[in-house]
């Protein structure tokens, strides 16, 4: 069974703050996805990542895919209030279009 | 315009009832899924259609049951609620079977009492 461990599952840091969030299986993915999911709301794709070793940034996010594609990172550079909200990374399973999600991260940016 | 769109936004109801949550996708998806979130935010994936045929169906009770009229539509019925059916429901979309990015509903917020 494929699973997918996200770390810290809290971070509550002040703004201006720099933060990454870990993803990771025992798994190989032919991808991962990050998510960010705010209260009352859907989760939202912010990126895929798909070869091993690959660096996305999305402007103040930096998302790494591991070279044995089993985990991922997100990191936030001088985060900001606005980036408050669950943090999801997921990955698919089989070829049905299938995703499983980590358990996430709860990240709080206060002014 | 809402790309996936649910109703309701929220759902109350008593133990026993049966209801029902409507999704709708306007992006050309050939793909709709439905996902249930627990009270710890954990996302798992209950049914999916693809161009109106189901192709992936999870440990669900037979009380739920979907229903895809046509491929932009993925409906869900539940019946004889239950307290612990208590749940946020998510609609969600792709372009196809390669698990490429979901674009997900808004939700809807289920509580049985």
């Known amino acids: 069974t494929q699973l997918l461990e996200q770390s810290p599952q809290f971070l509550s840091i002040q703004e201006g703050e720099n933060l990454t969030v870990y993803c990771n299986s025992s798994?190989?993915?032919?991808?991962l996805q990050w998510y960010r999911q705010e209260p009352g709301e859907g989760p939202v794709l912010l990126v895929t990542?798909?070869?091993?070793?690959e660096v996305k940034k999305l402007k103040r996010l930096t998302f790494q895919f591991g070279d044995a594609r089993k985990d991922s990172s997100l990191h936030i550079t001088a985060a900001q209030p606005g980036d408050t909200g669950l943090y999801l990374c997921?990955?698919?399973?089989?070829?049905?279009?299938?995703?499983?999600f980590g358990q996430g991260t709860t990240l709080q940016v206060k002014p | 315009d809402t790309a996936v769109s649910q109703t309701p936004k929220y759902l109350v109801t008593q133990m026993g009832n049966d209801k029902s949550i409507k999704c709708e996708q306007n992006?050309?998806?050939?793909?709709m899924y439905w996902y249930k979130q627990d009270s710890k935010k954990f996302l798992k994936i209950m049914f999916s259609?693809?161009?109106?045929?189901?192709?992936i169906n999870e440990t669900v009770p037979n009380r739920f049951s979907p229903k895809s009229p046509d491929k932009a539509h993925l409906n869900l019925h539940i019946n004889s609620l239950e307290l612990g059916d208590s749940a946020v429901y998510f609609c969600?979309?792709?372009?196809?079977?390669?698990?490429?990015?979901?674009?997900f509903g808004s939700g809807t917020r289920l509580t049985v009492v």
């Open positions: 992006l050309g998806h050939d793909t």
């Open positions: 997921a990955g698919p399973s089989g070829n049905t279009g299938k995703l499983i």
């Open positions: 990542v798909v070869t091993g070793g």
């Open positions: 798994s190989v993915f032919s991808s």
């Open positions: 259609y693809n161009n109106k045929e189901l192709i």
């Open positions: 969600a979309s792709s372009p196809g079977q390669l698990a490429r990015g979901y674009t």
